[in-house]
């Protein structure tokens, strides 16, 4: 299994709703931020896999399990990891921590369909292939 790759963020005041609690939906903004990381660690630029090979990611499922509640300027980490691939998707995992004590805040899956610019499925490159199964096997 892969090492998870990880990314801290603070909590601004702005993804926070009159509570201070991070609203919901901004999870998935640093769940996506890890993803872009993770797949930097694989030695992949996301930008460059749009570019140079027209392969694009589009989340295609996303669930999210809220454990805890995330508050404005806490230092969170995303820990990220790919979790399944086949030729043509992708599962990433993704588990939302606070602080030191690296409470759990939440865990999520996004599931991905690999398409072409004009959103027709299409099979993920080989290099991509290959250097994802050494890191999931």
């Not at 609690?21 to 996506?32: C, K, Q, R, S, T």
């Not at 996301?46 to 392969?55: G, R, S, T, V």
Request: charged share 25%; aromatic share 10%.
């Amino acid at each position: 299994m892969q090492k998870p790759s990880t990314i801290t963020v603070r909590v601004r005041y702005a993804e926070t709703d009159q509570m201070g609690v991070v609203y919901h939906a901004n999870y998935f903004v640093w769940f996506e931020m890890g993803r872009v990381e993770c797949l930097r660690q694989l030695g992949f630029d996301y930008k460059q896999m749009e570019i140079a090979d027209d392969c694009h990611l589009p989340v295609v499922e996303a669930t999210c399990r809220y454990k805890a509640p995330a508050r404005y300027d806490e230092i969170l980490t995303i820990e990220t990891c790919i979790v399944a691939l086949r030729s043509s998707v992708i599962k990433f995992a993704y588990r939302l921590l606070r602080g030191e004590e690296q409470q759990l805040l939440a865990e999520a899956q996004t599931t991905h369909v690999v398409v072409d610019g004009a959103m027709r499925t299409r099979t993920l490159p080989e290099k991509y292939l290959v250097a994802i199964r050494t890191e999931v096997d």
